[in-house]
């Protein structure tokens, strides 16, 4: 999942740099997207793993 955020990030700095900004905040928006939900399922299988190690 985050390596799919990081493609993303990649490719809009990319299209950024070449002057297409529909393409760049389009894939933008994705990489926020996806990091975020990264950054949620992270956080959630910390909180399952000190639930169950109780």
């Known amino acids: 999942m ?4 990081v493609v993303f ?3 809009a700095l990319i ?5 297409f900004g529909g393409i760049a905040a389009g894939a933008a928006g994705i ?3 996806l ?3 990264f950054v949620a399922m992270a956080v959630a ?3 399952v793993s000190l639930s ?3």
């Open 2 to 5: 985050l390596h799919y955020a």
């Open 9 to 11: 990030l990649v490719i």
């Open 15 to 19: 299209a950024a740099v070449l002057g």
């Open 31 to 33: 990489a926020k997207l």
């Open 35 to 37: 990091a975020f939900v």
């Open 45 to 47: 299988a910390f909180v």
């Open 52 to 54: 169950r190690k109780r």
